[in-house]
């Protein structure tokens, strides 16, 4: 679930940064002209479509009776991570504007910073993944 919020958070932000690049003029020309704006946009949509197929996954996983566990964690952290990489490229295309009231950004780049702590941290996850995948001794 917690996945799910993620990827559409990361999906929120990558729409309003492109929105925004093709709307924002500098120099008589569209900012998202500029690789500079471009790239960081598609890597974070890169990573949010590559989160978004670990949770398809996962639930396929679930859906056919399997035991998704290791699925789900890495679903959960890949898409917090990449929703919180989506954030960051929207202050930064928005410039000074992504911490304006109206634009939203700031507000919802607080938020989707909690879902790399909760309601599992990352470094849980790891020791998961570290302990049940790749069968390495508990570290806690």
Same mark, same amino acid.
């Given at each position: 679930?917690?996945?799910?919020?993620?990827?559409?958070?990361?999906?929120?932000f990558?729409?309003?940064?492109?929105?925004?690049?093709?709307?924002?003029?500098? !120099?008589?020309?569209?900012?998202?002209?500029?690789?500079?704006?471009? !790239?960081?946009?598609?890597?974070?949509?890169?990573?949010?479509?590559?989160?978004?197929?670990?949770?398809?996954?996962?639930?396929?996983l679930?859906?056919?009776?399997?035991?998704?566990?290791?699925?789900?964690?890495?679903?959960?952290m890949?898409a917090?991570?990449?929703?919180?990489?989506?954030?960051?490229?929207?202050?930064?295309?928005?410039?000074?504007?992504?911490?304006?009231?109206?634009?939203?950004?700031?507000?919802?780049?607080?938020?989707?910073?909690?879902?790399?702590?909760?309601?599992?941290?990352?470094?849980?996850?790891?020791?998961?993944?570290?302990?049940?995948?790749?069968?390495?001794?508990?570290?806690?």
């Amino acid at each position: 679930l917690i996945a799910s919020e993620c990827i559409g958070d990361a999906k929120w932000f990558i729409e309003h940064s492109v929105a925004y690049a093709k709307d924002r003029q500098v !120099f008589d020309r569209p900012i998202g002209q500029n690789q500079g704006i471009q !790239f960081p946009i598609a890597k974070a949509y890169t990573n949010m479509r590559a989160a978004e197929l670990m949770v398809k996954e996962a639930l396929a996983l679930y859906e056919n009776g399997g035991n998704p566990g290791a699925e789900a964690n890495m679903a959960k952290m890949l898409a917090a991570d990449a929703s919180n990489e989506a954030a960051n490229v929207a202050v930064q295309t928005h410039g000074g504007f992504g911490f304006a009231e109206e634009y939203d950004i700031e507000r919802k780049f607080r938020e989707t910073r909690l879902y790399q702590v909760a309601p599992i941290s990352t470094n849980l996850i790891l020791s998961y993944l570290a302990e049940h995948v790749l069968d390495l001794p508990r570290s806690y």
